[in-house]
C-alpha cells in the first residue's frame, strides 16, 4: 500500500524581542522583572540590583539624566560608604545610554572594567561601589537595533 505523506514545514521563527527575552532569563531574571522589562516604553530602561545592598531594587532610566550616588537627593540613592555623593551619571541620547563616572573613589565599572564613561547595551553589568547593576533597554528598542 502506498500511503502519501503529508509533508509540512515544522520550523519555528522567532523573532528579535523573543531572543532578547530568552537572553534575559537565562541571564537570571525571574518573571516578575521579566514582565518589567517587557513593559518598558521606548527610551526608557531598568537597572537591577543583583550584588550588594538592597539586591533585587530596580531603578528606571526615563529622562535624559539620572544622577547615581550617596547622596540623598541623587536620583538613584546607593547607601553605602563605597560609593560617591555624586558617583555616576546614566545620560540618554535617544534610544541609547551611557554612564559616566564623576571622578569617584572608587571607579564605575562597565562589564567588570573600569570606565570613564561607557555606552550601555542590553544586559551590561555596571558597578558602582559594592553594588552591581544589570542594565536592561526596552525590548522594543532592543528589537529595533537588530532591525527585525
Do not use: C, W
Not at 521606548?42 to 543583583?50: K, T
Not at 560609593?83 to 551619571?89: K, P, T
Not at 550601555?120 to 537588530?146: I, M, N
Amino acid at each position: 500500500m502506498n500511503r502519501a505523506r503529508n509533508e509540512t514545514d515544522t520550523t519555528l521563527h522567532f523573532t528579535g524581542e523573543f531572543a532578547a527575552q530568552l537572553a534575559a532569563l537565562e541571564a537570571g531574571v525571574t518573571a516578575e522583572e521579566l514582565e518589567a522589562i517587557a513593559a518598558l516604553p521606548s527610551g526608557s530602561a531598568l537597572l537591577i540590583v543583583r550584588r550588594g545592598p538592597n539586591m533585587g531594587a530596580r531603578f528606571l532610566l526615563d529622562s535624559d539624566s539620572t544622577l547615581a550616588g550617596r547622596h540623598p537627593e541623587a536620583d538613584i540613592f546607593l547607601d553605602d560608604v563605597t560609593v560617591s555623593r555624586r558617583h555616576a551619571s546614566f545620560t540618554r541620547r535617544g534610544t541609547t545610554f551611557e554612564v559616566t563616572d564623576h571622578g569617584s573613589l572608587n571607579g564605575t565599572y562597565f562589564d567588570g572594567v573600569r570606565v570613564e564613561s561607557a555606552v550601555l547595551s542590553d544586559g551590561a553589568e555596571v558597578q558602582v561601589g559594592k553594588f552591581r547593576l544589570t542594565f536592561y533597554p526596552s525590548r522594543l528598542d532592543v528589537v529595533a537595533a537588530t532591525g527585525e
